[in-house]
């Protein structure tokens, strides 16, 4: 009998620690990393990661992923899978990260077709030796995992991952072959379906498969759990008959601790195979409790020191809660959501001619997987959730790619997937248990009631929209989304036909996070307006003025791209203000040079904290836009 332990984590974005429990970090989690090795020591025991570290998150974007490595190198991993989202920056990037880690990268499963070899630099297999046991170490991805990725090079060819792991394992196990190895481990980068169905199509071949891509906790019905966890429920795990699949959560929250008893029988050769004869698996969560790791504490604090201080201020106040959860967001509608398919629907409507029927956004498009508030919420907080780079576009599309656009966003439920749709100006009704391409039942469009806000006694935001009109297959929308998803990419290839007309390219777009920002700026730029005048009536038209001034500049530059339209003087202003630096208003905002004066958000904050939270405070609420259907 020999043993093996294993500690495992995937899909992990932001090096430092979120404000609720568990708390995460990877200072927290290199010191468990190295409490595990000197617990059971380098020889019997081993650190695998199941991909997703390059991208997504604040951090990534200002660095291209490197800000990851260093802290990633301390771990002492041991070998990794690439997950998705490691491409975002493109394959030659991807290569340059790779080089500069420690650890080997495997892709079993995607090559270059060229060359023979899997993409970027990674490897078909890996081989370890713990304990006297030899390990083959393969990694798998699933055939959707291609669609969410853009920019991959034609010379891409996938091979099925069931094929492959079953081609792979033989080769590796063969006894007269090179490798001989006595136990085949899966890193894969998949949905828990596919990594279910890995499981059961394999189970003579590959004996553990530990899976990333899904942001949940998973352990499988073949392994024991032990530390008092109970084992939950999860969608897509209703086909799990007994297999060895653990899935470790995200974001350096949690880990898993496999301990494996490894046993030698007869086979039907007449020689002898190892195999695990017990696995149990600790469920370890990354709380406050445990102390951060002083050297990679060191290497996060260099990391985002130029940073920190700017995403720990305060944008915005939120009555209820922001749920951006991947198990929310990928299933069913949400009110935070909701908020940003909102404020979409209307941000570039002053810049272009025609009326903008719909926003559409998918549920991956949403990346912190945390709740956020009641309470305050940071210009962090607003990166965290909307940490990709590309733009919000505006685009003209048929009511049949429309139609066949959210026909594929609702095909995999239950499974957590992120083409999941969210909408503004959209009631969508769908059956979930029907066949996949055939769910929609009846869409149409709705608008709010019209009032003005900037006026007293305004309309109640909470109210639900009216329907308008039903979809009609043949005429032409007018839809603001993500270029990601006009491109095609995550199922949303119905998007991007010949006949797709653009009036807002990508070019001319602006980033997601950044319209949601300058939304929450725009507020506090007015609040602060208003704190500085002293007769209330001065303040309704000090307000008016600049929203007319806005307007105008809009208008009266129809012609030039909507980025011109909303990035230059007042709301440029607005954004110096949010990281803590001050503003001027400006003439052309505000007549009366009298009010020209320039105003700190710290001094507003600390004369009138509830004035500025009143002012700058949102309740998003789910409005039936998204409604499941039983025929």
């Excluded at 260099?302 to 720990?312: E, R, V």
């Excluded at 962090?380 to 139609?403: A, H, K, N, S």
Aim: glycine share 6%.
């Amino acid at each position: 009998m020999r043993n093996l332990q294993i500690l495992h984590f995937n899909d992990v974005y932001h090096l430092l620690p979120r404000k609720q429990e568990p708390v995460g970090g990877v200072a927290r989690f290199a010191t468990l990393v190295k409490e595990f090795r000197a617990k059971y020591g380098t020889d019997s025991s081993c650190v695998l990661f199941s991909g997703d570290l390059f991208n997504p998150s604040v951090e990534s974007s200002i660095s291209k992923g490197k800000h990851m490595i260093p802290a990633m190198n301390n771990l002492g991993v041991d070998v990794a899978c690439l997950g998705n989202h490691d491409f975002d920056f493109g394959v030659p990037i991807l290569k340059a990260l790779i080089r500069m880690t420690n650890f080997p990268w495997l892709l079993s499963n995607v090559l270059d077709s060229e060359s023979g070899n899997p993409v970027a630099g990674g490897k078909s297999f890996h081989i370890l030796e713990k304990n006297d046991l030899k390990l083959g170490i393969i990694g798998l991805v699933e055939k959707e995992w291609l669609e969410t990725i853009p920019g991959l090079p034609s010379t891409l060819q996938y091979k099925d991952f069931i094929a492959v792991g079953k081609e792979l394992a033989a080769r590796l196990r063969d006894p007269n072959g090179p490798y001989a190895v006595d136990l085949v481990i899966a890193l894969t980068h998949s949905r828990l379906p596919n990594d279910i169905l890995l499981a059961k199509e394999t189970q003579d071949e590959i004996d553990l498969i530990l899976g990333g891509h899904d942001h949940f906790y998973y352990v499988g019905k073949g392994c024991e759990v032990i530390n008092g966890w109970i084992r939950e429920e999860v969608d897509g795990s209703g086909e799990d008959n007994g297999v060895r699949v653990v899935k470790s959560g995200t974001d350096f929250r949690e880990l898993s601790i496999i301990e494996c008893e490894v046993d030698e029988i007869d086979n039907e050769e007449g020689g002898t195979i190892k195999i695990i004869k017990k696995l149990a698996v600790t469920r370890q969560e990354v709380t406050s409790s445990i102390a951060e790791d002083p050297d990679v504490t060191e290497i996060t604090t260099s990391a985002t020191s130029d940073i920190k201080a700017k995403m720990s201020r305060p944008v915005a106040y939120t009555l209820t809660q922001w749920d951006c959860r991947s198990t929310e967001l990928r299933t069913r509608e949400t009110a935070f959501g909701n908020f940003i398919a909102d404020l979409m629907l209307y941000a570039y409507q002053p810049c272009i001619s025609h009326k903008i029927d719909c926003s559409l956004l998918c549920g991956g498009t949403i990346r912190s997987d945390s709740v956020y508030g009641p309470g305050e919420v940071t210009l962090g907080d607003l990166l965290e959730i909307f940490p990709f780079e590309d733009t919000v576009v505006v685009i003209r599309i048929t009511g049949q790619q429309l139609w066949d656009a959210l026909e594929s966003a609702v095909s995999m439920v239950p499974k957590q997937e992120g083409r999941f749709p969210i909408a503004s100006g959209l009631k969508i009704e769908y059956n979930p248990k029907a066949d996949p391409g055939h769910r929609l039942r009846n869409i149409w469009f709705t608008e709010k009631s019209n009032h003005t806000p900037l006026e007293e006694n305004d309309a109640d935001d909470s109210e639900k929209a009216i329907i308008i009109e039903k979809l009609d297959l043949q005429k032409t929308y007018t839809v603001c989304t993500r270029n990601y998803m006009a491109a095609g990419y995550d199922g949303y290839t119905a998007l991007a036909q010949p006949n797709t007309q653009y009036l807002v390219d990508n070019e001319n777009g602006i980033l997601l996070s950044t319209l949601v920002r300058r939304y929450f700026i725009g507020l506090y730029y007015v609040n602060a307006i208003k704190f500085n005048m002293s007769c209330e009536a001065r303040t309704k038209e000090a307000v008016l003025k600049a929203a007319a001034s806005w307007k105008k500049l809009a208008e009266t530059k129809r012609e030039t791209t909507a980025y011109k339209h909303v990035s230059r003087h007042t709301i440029q202003d607005a954004l110096n203000l949010s990281v803590g630096e001050t503003v001027k208003m400006r003439e052309e905002d505000e007549d009366d040079s009298s009010n020209n004066n320039e105003i700190d958000d710290g001094e507003i904050q600390s004369k009138n904290t509830e004035f500025v939270k009143d002012w700058v405070t949102i309740a998003p609420i789910i409005e039936d836009r998204i409604v499941t259907v039983d025929y």
